[in-house]
């Protein structure tokens, strides 16, 4: 879904779920840019729940998804490169000046299939059993 306008994002998501006929709840960002994002999602009534990014908060998101590697309760698949070269290329870094954490890419790229594969597997934690999730873009 990547390279197209947002509207049409949000209407193909509309329609993957609605054809699935399951229930799911989305989970997205709802800080900063992603709130009017949230806000659109909930006008179409997709069933969202919105993740504030706070330092705590990102810390709890990363180490959730960490936790969940190295457990193996998910396989990162071959394709698409752009997540597992996102993954290996993830940084925690420590302020020198306040000394706290900071999860974020390297300067030139982006994180976003990072954060997406975490907020999944949040959701996916605290909603449902893994066993029971199905892809609903089949």
């Not at 290329?89 to 030139?108: F, I, L, N, Q």
């Not at 790229?109 to 609903?136: E, H, Y």
Request: charged share 30%; with cysteine; hydrophobic share 35%.
């Amino acid at each position: 879904f990547n390279h197209i306008p947002w509207d049409e994002q949000k209407a193909r998501l509309k329609e993957s779920l609605d054809r699935t006929g399951q229930q799911y709840t989305i989970l997205l960002d709802s800080t900063g840019v992603g709130e009017p994002i949230f806000d659109d999602f909930r006008k179409l009534r997709l069933p969202v729940k919105g993740y504030k990014f706070t330092s705590d908060s990102k810390s709890k998101l990363i180490n959730n998804l960490r936790i969940g590697i190295e457990q193996k309760e998910i396989i990162i698949p071959r394709e698409p490169r752009i997540l597992r070269e996102e993954l290996e290329a993830y940084e925690c870094r420590v302020s020198e000046t306040s000394g706290r954490v900071k999860y974020t890419a390297p300067e030139g790229m982006t994180d976003d299939c990072v954060i997406g594969l975490a907020l999944a597997f949040w959701n996916a934690r605290k909603d449902i059993q893994p066993q029971s999730i199905r892809n609903p873009f089949k």
